[in-house]
C-alpha cells in the first residue's frame, strides 16, 4: 500500500448545491450534457424538527483497493503511485466489467464502442501543479484534494449522509457533523 492517497475532502456542512463543481469537470473534460465525473445529490434530512437540504458531491474515489482494477481482463486500469485510478482507453476492450464492478457508480461506457471512462482527477493538471476542475470550481471551498492518510491523522469522516464506505476504501473523506451552538449573549466566541 502507497504511503500517500490524493482524495477529496468534502464538507457536507457547507455545500450550497449549486453544481459548480459537477459544471467545472464537465466543460474542462468536454462532455456532453449527459455525461458527468461529478455529480452533485440532494438529500432532504429532519434536524431538530426541520427539514433541511444536504448535498453531496461525489465522483470516482480512487479507492486503495479498487475493484474496477481488480476485474479489468485487459489491465486496462491501475493505480498511479499517487493513488489516482485511470483508464487507459487503448487497453479497454468495452466489456464493462469495471462498470458493473463499481458500487459508487463513477465509471461510464461510452461511444461506439463503449469503452470506460471515469474520474482521473484530472491527474494532467495536478501533473502542472494546478488543482483539479471540480476543487477549482468550487465558489464555497466545501470541495478540496487532499492526502488522505492526513485527513484520516486529522480526524476526518468516512461517510456522510448519503455515502458510505463499502469496503473499497474510497479516497474521500468529509468533515464531522457541524451542530450550530447557541451562545447566551455574554460568552466569547
Given at each position: 500500500m502507497s504511503k500517500f492517497q490524493k482524495g477529496f475532502?468534502?464538507?457536507?456542512n457547507f455545500c450550497i448545491g449549486c453544481k459548480a463543481c459537477?459544471?467545472?469537470?464537465q466543460v474542462y473534460?468536454?462532455?456532453?450534457e449527459f455525461i458527468n465525473w461529478r455529480v452533485v445529490d440532494t438529500f432532504i434530512v429532519n434536524e431538530d424538527g426541520m427539514e433541511k437540504e444536504l448535498f453531496l458531491s461525489h465522483s470516482c474515489h480512487h479507492c486503495e483497493e479498487p475493484e474496477c482494477m481488480r476485474v479489468c481482463p485487459s489491465e486496462a486500469i491501475s493505480k498511479r503511485k499517487d493513488g489516482i485510478v485511470e483508464i487507459n482507453r487503448d487497453k479497454c476492450i468495452g466489456c464493462g466489467y469495471c462498470e458493473q464492478s463499481c458500487s459508487?457508480?463513477?465509471?461510464?461506457?461510452?461511444g461506439?464502442?463503449?469503452?470506460?471512462?471515469?474520474?482521473?482527477?484530472?491527474?494532467?493538471?495536478?501533473?502542472?501543479?494546478?488543482?483539479p476542475a471540480c476543487v477549482a470550481g468550487c465558489p464555497c471551498d466545501t470541495l478540496k484534494l487532499v492526502d488522505?492518510?492526513?485527513?484520516?491523522?486529522?480526524?476526518?469522516?468516512k461517510d456522510c449522509v448519503g455515502f458510505k464506505d463499502l469496503g473499497f476504501k474510497p479516497s474521500i473523506r468529509f468533515y464531522p457533523k457541524f451542530r450550530a451552538q447557541y451562545y447566551d449573549k455574554k460568552v466569547k466566541l
Amino acid at each position: 500500500m502507497s504511503k500517500f492517497q490524493k482524495g477529496f475532502l468534502f464538507d457536507q456542512n457547507f455545500c450550497i448545491g449549486c453544481k459548480a463543481c459537477e459544471i467545472a469537470c464537465q466543460v474542462y473534460h468536454q462532455q456532453d450534457e449527459f455525461i458527468n465525473w461529478r455529480v452533485v445529490d440532494t438529500f432532504i434530512v429532519n434536524e431538530d424538527g426541520m427539514e433541511k437540504e444536504l448535498f453531496l458531491s461525489h465522483s470516482c474515489h480512487h479507492c486503495e483497493e479498487p475493484e474496477c482494477m481488480r476485474v479489468c481482463p485487459s489491465e486496462a486500469i491501475s493505480k498511479r503511485k499517487d493513488g489516482i485510478v485511470e483508464i487507459n482507453r487503448d487497453k479497454c476492450i468495452g466489456c464493462g466489467y469495471c462498470e458493473q464492478s463499481c458500487s459508487y457508480g463513477a465509471i461510464t461506457l461510452m461511444g461506439k464502442d463503449k469503452k470506460a471512462q471515469k474520474c482521473n482527477l484530472c491527474a494532467e493538471r495536478l501533473d502542472e501543479g494546478e488543482l483539479p476542475a471540480c476543487v477549482a470550481g468550487c465558489p464555497c471551498d466545501t470541495l478540496k484534494l487532499v492526502d488522505i492518510f492526513v485527513a484520516d491523522s486529522a480526524k476526518m469522516q468516512k461517510d456522510c449522509v448519503g455515502f458510505k464506505d463499502l469496503g473499497f476504501k474510497p479516497s474521500i473523506r468529509f468533515y464531522p457533523k457541524f451542530r450550530a451552538q447557541y451562545y447566551d449573549k455574554k460568552v466569547k466566541l
